[in-house]
């Protein structure tokens, strides 16, 4: 459905992208599986797994903030690499109030992501 | 700086919208204090509490799903109801993949938001 720019395949165990790095591409899972983790203490949590259809990366992409988890592929894994300007267009049309209810929603997901990582922490899961 | 169709007073203790009703207005707090929470096994779990100036209300405005959680005055409260037909016009400008990748992040946070509130139940918090 999305349109793809180019695809890339990652070995097992190879990084997509990094927490706390710049980039705001948006990538699709075209085939095998994406975990999404954060470090916690030098522990590395899972927050989510992605399988094929599903996007991943777009947060960076709507409040421009550095990477808040790292992507990892999980066996070999081929993601395509969502086409920027389809997107950017749209979005620089949108209004200012648009634009910032957007980044609203996931300045809260990384929030409420942090929290669910200290409460885990602090539960000893 | 939203534009607001409407304000209204609510009473502390007051319910603005509740957990699981239908309805995708979004508001913004304009003054007094709004309290974001679920009913967890008949816990009222405060999620989050709004502040002048923070909209709430734009999951459901996104995904057209139920309400994930009420919301209620702390204090004497004056919300406004945020213009609709503004962002519904953009709303529906944006194509089918902007639209998918934006309630990909509301379904995103209201998981992560239930992951959160089950995590705080088994750690007895």
């Given at each position: 459905m999305f349109q793809i720019a180019s695809s890339e395949t990652f070995m097992d165990?190879?990084?997509?992208f990094a927490e706390g790095a710049n980039g705001d591409w948006m990538y699709v899972v075209e085939s095998g599986e994406v975990e999404i983790s954060k470090n916690v203490d030098g522990r590395r949590i899972v927050v989510e797994t992605f399988y094929p259809g599903e996007i991943f990366g777009e947060m960076a992409y709507i409040d421009?903030?550095?990477?808040?988890a790292t992507a990892t592929a999980k066996g070999t894994t081929e993601v395509g690499i969502i086409d920027r300007q389809i997107f950017d267009t749209e979005y620089n049309k949108l209004s200012a109030d648009f634009q910032q209810m957007l980044r609203t929603v996931v300045i809260r997901l990384r929030r409420t992501t942090m929290k669910l990582l200290q409460t885990l922490k602090e539960s000893g899961t």
């Open positions: 165990g190879q990084v997509i421009k903030m550095p990477r808040s």
